[in-house]
């Protein structure tokens, strides 16, 4: 449900792998492009044209058999009617919702479908959609590095947690996590970092650690992120390959050089070839999920008293821009660097 980057990705890998996958999506000229020419996997997995079942939402109105499992890959503003949309098609009474999705959104789904009809998936590649019927493949992949974290919303280790871990790991690497909710903050870190500063700057993935500037509000609103979630009962995961704790101690002055020089050399032009997601919506003149991101962070720490001024900054000025008549520029960040700390 949502055959955007993430979705189309993984619905054409799974269909290469021999598996029975409907895509539905919203974007009418992108389902009809994969009806007539098959849906185009390119980028660092290799070149592809997968023949898939794609159908705009109307025509599931035609859908028989029910499904064993619904992967959720729409905006996070999308989340309710998504999952009310695709609720019905679930098998009785054993069939699982599980978001794909960024943001915090499992509890969302679970009060649609039911609790024990949900589970969560941590993503942790880069992919992208610029034009439709071709999802690319961004990041570079290494031997070793998880792409797929699934988890039961309990934390437990159960057989269709482990079943669903087998079928994605067609896709790329995939680990069933005990912990979903570290793994989604940390998550919901990364894509604070990075997300809406893309999106008000036009920096690429691989631009973004290149540029001192963004590095420090890269640290300063993981920091602000680590605090909430900490205050919040959650164990936050490493964020991207970093221990939560450094952020926090950079962004009071301790190891600052160090793990800004770190963040560098893993900006490399050469790590990544894309555009994160909220660039992409904002080149495409597309609503933001800036909200469901730092805006998250930002209201969960209104809640538990944790001050967010950094993410609060960055929602307030990514709002300042009307959707679909802005364009990205450096410039853009310059009212985020005078909230910053002398």
């Known amino acids: 449900m949502g055959a955007g980057a993430i979705g189309a990705n993984v619905g054409g890998r799974l269909t290469q792998a021999g598996y029975d996958v409907t895509l539905i999506d919203q974007w009418p000229q992108h389902v009809d492009a994969m009806k007539a020419r098959g849906l185009r996997l390119s980028g660092t997995a290799g070149d592809h044209v997968v023949p898939v079942r794609a159908l705009h939402l109307h025509e599931a109105q035609a859908i028989r058999?029910?499904?064993?499992?619904?992967?959720?890959?729409?905006?996070?503003?999308?989340?309710?009617?998504?999952?009310?949309?695709?609720?019905?098609?679930?098998?009785?009474?054993?069939?699982?919702?599980?978001s794909f999705q960024n943001g915090i959104n499992d509890e969302r789904v679970a009060a649609?479908?039911?609790?024990?009809?949900?589970?969560?998936?941590?993503?942790?590649?880069?992919?992208?959609?610029?034009?439709?019927?071709?999802?690319?493949?961004?990041?570079?992949?290494?031997?070793?590095?998880?792409?797929?974290?699934?988890?039961?919303?309990?934390?437990?280790?159960?057989?269709?947690?482990?079943?669903?871990?087998?079928?994605?790991?067609?896709?790329?690497?995939?680990?069933?996590?005990?912990?979903?909710?570290?793994?989604?903050?940390?998550?919901?870190?990364?894509?604070?970092?990075?997300?809406?500063?893309a999106g008000l700057s036009g920096y690429g993935s691989a631009q973004l650690r290149t540029v001192p500037l963004v590095r420090r509000l890269e640290i300063y609103i993981a920091a602000e992120t680590v605090r909430v979630a900490r205050a919040a009962g959650v164990d936050i995961a490493p964020i991207t390959g970093i221990a939560p704790q450094r952020y926090v101690d950079a962004s009071e002055g301790r190891g600052f050089a160090e793990l800004d020089a770190e963040m560098a050399r893993r900006g490399s032009p050469a790590t990544d070839l894309g555009r994160p997601s909220l660039l992409q919506d904002v080149l495409r003149g597309r609503r933001t999920e800036v909200v469901e991101l730092n805006g998250q962070v930002a209201a969960e720490g209104r809640r538990l008293g944790v001050p967010t001024p950094v993410n609060e900054a960055v929602v307030r000025e990514m709002n300042r821009h009307t959707v679909g008549e802005f364009t990205p520029d450096p410039r853009h960040l310059e009212p985020l660097a005078r909230v910053l700390p002398e």
């Open 112 to 197: 649609i479908a039911g609790r024990g009809r949900t589970l969560g998936c941590v993503i942790t590649f880069g992919a992208g959609l610029y034009e439709p019927g071709h999802a690319l493949r961004t990041d570079q992949i290494v031997e070793g590095r998880v792409n797929f974290k699934i988890g039961e919303l309990d934390g437990r280790r159960t057989d269709r947690a482990r079943r669903l871990a087998e079928i994605v790991n067609h896709v790329g690497p995939t680990e069933v996590t005990s912990n979903l909710a570290g793994e989604r903050w940390a998550k919901l870190a990364q894509n604070a970092m990075g997300n809406a500063i």
């Open 65 to 98: 058999d029910p499904f064993d499992a619904v992967f959720l890959a729409v905006k996070s503003y999308d989340t309710e009617w998504a999952t009310m949309f695709a609720v019905r098609f679930l098998r009785e009474p054993d069939g699982v919702i599980v």
